[in-house]
């Protein structure tokens, strides 16, 4: 069964740090691009970033441009998403989502019916 499953989520004050983890299993990532969404109460979900196939291309939300930087290694078929600076409207869950052969530009934003493949999401709370 093809699981994708994040980790890394919790309890941070504003200004700290979390990195999330995004691991597949049943299916290699080789030929994936990896995107991460994120879902706050009564809001819609947002696209957050995407990693190409290679890792040559990469789109961050302008929300977090320059506070988050997405990776992936292909070898421990693992996404992350080193979160920093974070703010309280970081808070919401985080999913990761994949999609094999997908091309997008770095500079439009996602939309999540692109994707077919959903984690169960991992809770990111940013709070003093």
């Known amino acids: 069964q093809a699981l994708l499953v994040e980790s890394g989520g919790g309890l941070v004050q504003p200004g700290g740090s979390l990195r999330l983890s995004c691991v597949a299993s049943?299916?290699?990532?080789?030929?994936?691009?990896i995107a991460w969404f994120r879902q706050a109460p009564g809001r819609e979900r947002e696209g957050v970033s995407c990693i190409s196939i290679n890792g040559a291309t990469k789109h961050y939300a302008d929300s977090v441009k320059g506070r988050f930087t997405i990776s992936r290694d292909n070898a421990k078929n693992t996404v992350y998403l080193q979160m920093s600076s974070l703010k309280p409207e970081d808070t919401a869950v985080y999913y990761c989502?994949?999609?094999?052969?997908?091309?997008?530009?770095?500079?439009?934003?996602?939309?999540?019916?692109?994707?077919?493949?959903w984690g169960q999401g991992t809770q990111v709370t940013v709070s003093s």
């Open positions: 989502a994949a999609e094999p052969n997908y091309m997008f530009h770095s500079d439009y934003p996602l939309n999540s019916a692109d994707f077919h493949s």
């Open positions: 049943g299916f290699s990532l080789d030929y994936y691009a």
